[in-house]
């Protein structure tokens, strides 16, 4: 009998405490807070979500009506939002978010327009106050290091190294002054420490800047260190590792990725002429439409169509010299225009006496044409001797850093 009791209380003992554990897991469960999904400012619970591109050809008013929002209010929405966000500007293939009302209406309370992989307009209509705004996503920095040996292009050496080919255009506008990219040559090399960016700390979301680069062109060491040495405008520049500016007064060339079609040359040839005649220029060959780059500041003073230049834009940079670009489609500035160095002045064209598309480029010093590339121009402004050593010591351990990045696999 006293065993069947004891037999009891242990089943009862049992059975009690497995309650207890169920119950205990169960409020464990329970008090487990639920993560509210927040997006773009909103709790994408409250709303039906829908996810989509704009179809080519697709208009704003196209995609509101599909969500159940008529024509009067798609008229009053576009007139209340143009300032921040002009609906006629949408593109074919960038997405965007439609937040609708739940009920049986299904009703389109808010329109989200994805500028690009970080920045968004929201345009929310649910009230009868209409608002649009501007957001950005939150964007993580990491700091990523590449390197390449060239053996055809700058892209391709660093798409073999899978390091995102943008860094070319970056690597380029660095070097600018100082390596002449169209002559890049096999077995070149090159290291660089940039900033890599990232959505949600997983999506790539293009380049930073870039912190430090190291060029060896025809055997000759490039250093770049990335420096802010005026406090007051808080301008990011380039120098090397003397504390020398990498910027010159003057581009090489007036255009990006582009090759020398001709060179100046006082006894050239001309075929479409059949005689002798001098080429006072030096021509850089690009597709119809490139953009056209002021090598340097100044004013222009030439910009209008004339013979066989063509469309062309002068400009004096300062009582020494002048650049002047010929055959261009389009011309951007009119005479005087104060431009800065790398602002797009026009377009590569075939007007005037051409063969082919390319901007023919001249350059005047003390009012004679010269050949540019043969010329030594002018350094930038210099680093303030005072801030010189704080410079050298800031750049030491990036230094070293670059200087360990071996280029063997």
Same mark, same amino acid.
């Not at 927040?38 to 080519?56: M, P």
């Not at 008229?75 to 002009?86: A, C, G, P, Q, T």
């Not at 490139?290 to 940079?317: D, L, W």
């Given at each position: 009998m006293r065993f069947i009791v004891f037999l009891f209380l242990s089943i009862s003992l049992?059975?009690?405490?497995?309650?207890?554990?169920?119950?205990?897991?169960?409020?464990?469960?329970?008090?487990?807070?639920?993560?509210?999904?927040?997006? &773009?400012?909103?709790?994408?619970?409250?709303?039906?979500?829908?996810?989509?591109?704009?179809?080519?050809?697709?208009?704003?008013?196209?995609?509101?009506?599909?969500h159940h929002i008529w024509y009067p209010k798609i008229?009053?929405?576009?007139?209340?939002?143009?300032?921040? &966000?002009?609906?006629?500007r949408l593109r074919a293939g960038k997405p965007y978010v439609v937040l609708s009302k739940k009920d049986s209406t299904e009703k389109a309370q808010v329109f989200i327009y994805q500028n690009d992989l970080i920045n968004y307009t929201v345009v929310d209509f649910k009230d009868s106050i209409i608002k649009a705004q501007r957001g950005k996503k939150k964007v993580t920095t990491v700091i990523k290091k590449g390197k390449g040996i060239i053996t055809s292009s700058l892209s391709e050496a660093l798409d073999k190294q899978g390091v995102n080919p943008v860094l070319a255009n970056d690597l380029s506008e660095i070097y600018a002054w100082t390596i002449d990219f169209f002559r890049l040559q096999k077995n070149?090399?090159?290291?660089?420490?940039?900033?890599?960016k990232f959505i949600d700390d997983t999506i790539p979301a293009g380049i930073g800047s870039?912190?430090?680069?190291? &060029?060896? $062109?025809?055997?000759?060491?490039?250093?770049? &260190?990335?420096?802010?040495?005026?406090?007051?405008?808080?301008?990011?520049?380039?120098?090397?590792?003397?504390?020398? $500016?990498?910027?010159?007064?003057?581009?090489?060339?007036?255009?990006?990725f582009s090759r020398i079609s001709s060179r100046y040359n006082l006894k050239r040839k001309i075929a479409h002429y059949g005689r002798v005649k001098a080429h006072k220029g030096t021509d850089f060959a690009?597709?119809?439409?490139?953009?056209?780059?002021?090598?340097?500041?100044?004013?222009?003073?030439?910009?209008?169509?004339?013979?066989?230049?063509?469309?062309?834009?002068?400009?004096? $940079?300062?009582?020494?010299?002048?650049t002047q670009y010929l055959h261009m489609k389009k011309r951007k500035v009119k005479v005087g225009d104060y431009v800065k160095q790398g602002q797009v002045i026009g377009t590569v064209g075939m007007t005037g006496s051409t063969s082919?598309?390319?901007?023919?480029?001249?350059?005047?010093?003390?009012?004679?044409?010269?050949?540019?590339l043969k010329q030594k121009l002018p350094a930038a402004e210099p680093m303030k001797k005072s801030i010189i050593p704080h410079y050298l010591e800031h750049i030491q351990s990036i230094k070293e850093e670059l200087d360990a990045i071996g280029f063997e696999n």
């Open positions: 049992l059975v009690s405490c497995g309650d207890e554990a169920d119950t205990s897991a169960s409020k464990t469960k329970e008090e487990t807070p639920k993560k509210t999904p927040i997006k &773009f400012g909103y709790n994408l619970d409250n709303y039906k979500v829908t996810y989509d591109t704009v179809a080519h050809g697709e208009s704003f008013g196209e995609i509101l009506d599909r008229l009053e929405i576009s007139k209340k939002v143009k300032n921040i &966000f002009d609906v006629r070149d090399k090159f290291k660089v420490i940039y900033e890599q870039i912190k430090a680069a190291y &060029f060896e $062109h025809v055997g000759k060491p490039f250093y770049a &260190f990335n420096y802010v040495a005026d406090t007051v405008l808080q301008l990011e520049e380039y120098y090397d590792e003397e504390a020398h $500016h990498l910027r010159r007064a003057f581009l090489k060339a007036p255009l990006k690009a597709p119809v439409g490139s953009p056209i780059m002021s090598t340097a500041n100044g004013r222009v003073i030439e910009s209008r169509y004339k013979g066989a230049n063509g469309n062309y834009v002068k400009i004096r $940079h300062n009582s020494t010299y002048s082919g598309p390319h901007v023919c480029y001249r350059f005047w010093k003390n009012g004679v044409q010269v050949d540019p």
